[in-house]
């Protein structure tokens, strides 16, 4: 079975900064998807970034990048130029590609990020 | 164009009581999902639907959960009867397909007293 782990309960970042969050996951298969979602307060999730498994080049969306380790099986969102509105729980999610359980998302722990002004 | 709608936002009920959740997802989503996400967790997958049917609902407790997706639209979860432990966040989300991105609703927090 597929796992994601979340190392850091919470993090923190001063405004207009930069920060790292870490993933880790553990699969046997070759074919899948990785994303980061964003749960603010309001307890709405939000889709941040994904990355294909197939694809070697780290997803970004704007002030949002991922470093993608497929061998060593990390996932790491980088937020840059950190704002107040990021402030929020992060989830690390896992997708397979393939089988029965196909488009089941598999989640993390979570990571809380506190933004400082 | 709509989000997926949930309903209630908040209940509280005492232990033993019945209760059900409401959803409605986006216009077009064949797709249905069931999340719990208790207290300091990720959500967990409860069960799936394509269209009407559930194609997953191994992680359904089925002793105490129901659900329903009537015409391949709303759905509905059902607890009965409820229980301490279930006091959590029930996430429904919806997509155009089972590899297309999920679209997450709201919520709707229980509390069981």
């Known amino acids: ?117 | 164009e709509a989000g997926v709608v949930q309903s209630p936002r908040y209940k509280i009920i005492e232990k033993k009581q019945p209760v059900a959740f409401w959803c409605n997802p986006i216009s077009g989503h064949n797709t249905l999902y069931w999340y719990l996400q208790n207290l300091g967790q990720g959500p967990e997958l409860l069960i799936r639907y394509e269209n009407e049917e559930a194609v997953d609902d191994s992680q359904l407790p089925k002793d105490r959960f129901s659900a329903e997706r009537l015409k391949g639209v709303d759905s509905t979860l059902k607890i009965q009867p409820a229980e301490l432990g279930d006091s959590a966040v029930y996430l429904c989300a919806s997509s155009l397909g089972r590899l297309r991105e999920q679209f997450f609703g709201p919520g709707t927090r229980l509390t069981v007293l």
Not at chain 1, 32 to 55: G, H, T
Not at chain 1, 66 to 94: E, R, T
């Open chain 1, 1 to 117: 079975a597929q796992t994601v782990t979340q190392s850091q309960p919470e993090m923190s970042v001063q405004e207009a900064e930069t920060v790292t969050l870490s993933c880790t996951y553990d699969t046997s298969e070759s074919d899948y998807y990785l994303f980061w979602y964003k749960q603010p307060p309001s307890r709405q999730m939000i889709l941040v970034i994904r990355q294909e498994a197939y694809k070697q080049q780290n997803a970004t969306e704007n002030r949002f990048s991922v470093n993608f380790q497929k061998a060593a099986k990390s996932f790491s969102l980088k937020i840059s130029d950190s704002q107040l509105g990021d402030a929020a729980m992060y989830f690390c999610a896992y997708r397979s590609a393939s089988g029965g359980s196909q488009g089941n998302l598999i989640f993390g722990k979570g990571t809380k990020l506190s933004v400082k002004p």
